[in-house]
């Protein structure tokens, strides 16, 4: 669903659910290709309005969780939202649930995409475990910052367009990521240069909704 839609949508649905605009804490969204580091920071201003009118994006400070990745194939024709999530309050506290934002192979540090991404332009079977490898790294860094592992996860995705079999198993399934299962998405990080992406989540209720 076009993002304009997509968050008009959103906002039905959190009301017809009884909660406030703010609960929504998390969403996927899918691009025609990828952005050059221009394009990214101008798509992110038109994303942020909305959160900042619904009062979630304050003090140039976004908490929501957030993937926008590129189908290689069957593209939309423009931003969509794949999925969403919100909060509910849940007494029996079976146990934590979380959204982690997705993340490419590219630091946190300032700079160009092009001067952060772990060996950048190179997709051979050793680069490629070397960018999951500092994926992988960061997803867990975020998990641990909200006291959750791998064993408190109900899903775990990946988007990259190459072979990701010669380190499946050493840098995903060994480590936990896999445990409830891996989807793979034949799909491209937002960004021109990254070429792999995860996010996980661990959450205790999923609903499809008819679009």
């Known amino acids: 669903m076009p993002i304009a839609q997509g968050f008009d949508a959103i906002a039905q649905h959190l009301t017809a659910a009884d909660r406030p605009l703010t609960a929504f804490c998390a969403c996927e969204l899918r691009s025609p290709s990828p952005f050059t580091d221009q394009?990214?920071?101008?798509?992110?201003?038109?994303?942020?309005?909305?959160?900042?009118?619904?009062?979630?994006?304050?003090?140039?400070?976004?908490?929501?969780?957030?993937?926008n990745v590129?189908?290689?194939?069957?593209?939309?024709?423009?931003?969509?939202?794949?999925?969403f999530s919100y909060t509910?309050?849940?007494?029996?506290?079976?146990?934590?649930?979380?959204?982690?934002?997705?993340?490419?192979?590219?630091?946190?540090?300032?700079?160009?995409?092009?001067?952060?991404?772990?060996?950048?332009?190179?997709?051979?079977?050793?680069?490629?475990?070397?960018?999951?490898?500092?994926?992988?790294?960061?997803m867990e860094t975020r998990m641990s910052a909200l006291g959750v592992g791998w064993s408190d996860t109900?899903?775990?995705?990946?988007?990259?367009?190459?072979?990701?079999?010669?380190?499946?198993?050493?840098?995903?399934?060994?480590?936990?990521?896999?445990?409830?299962g891996l989807t793979w998405y034949f799909a491209r990080p937002p960004v021109i240069g990254l070429e792999f992406e995860m996010d996980v989540r661990g959450v205790d209720t999923e609903l499809y909704l008819d679009p």
């Not at 590129?70 to 999925?83: G, M, N, T």
């Not at 849940?90 to 997705?102: H, L, Q, Y």
């Open 70 to 83: 590129c189908p290689e194939l069957r593209k939309p024709d423009e931003p969509c939202f794949y999925a």
């Open 154 to 180: 109900t899903a775990s995705q990946a988007y990259c367009v190459h072979d990701i079999h010669p380190f499946l198993a050493d840098e995903i399934v060994q480590r936990g990521a896999a445990d409830n």
């Open 88 to 138: 509910v309050p849940d007494e029996r506290a079976a146990r934590p649930s979380f959204v982690i934002a997705g993340s490419g192979e590219a630091t946190e540090a300032p700079g160009a995409y092009a001067e952060r991404i772990v060996r950048y332009g190179e997709t051979t079977e050793s680069a490629m475990a070397d960018k999951a490898r500092h994926v992988l790294s960061a």
């Open 39 to 67: 394009g990214f920071i101008d798509f992110n201003r038109i994303y942020v309005g909305t959160l900042e009118a619904w009062g979630i994006f304050k003090t140039e400070e976004n908490p929501v969780a957030r993937s």
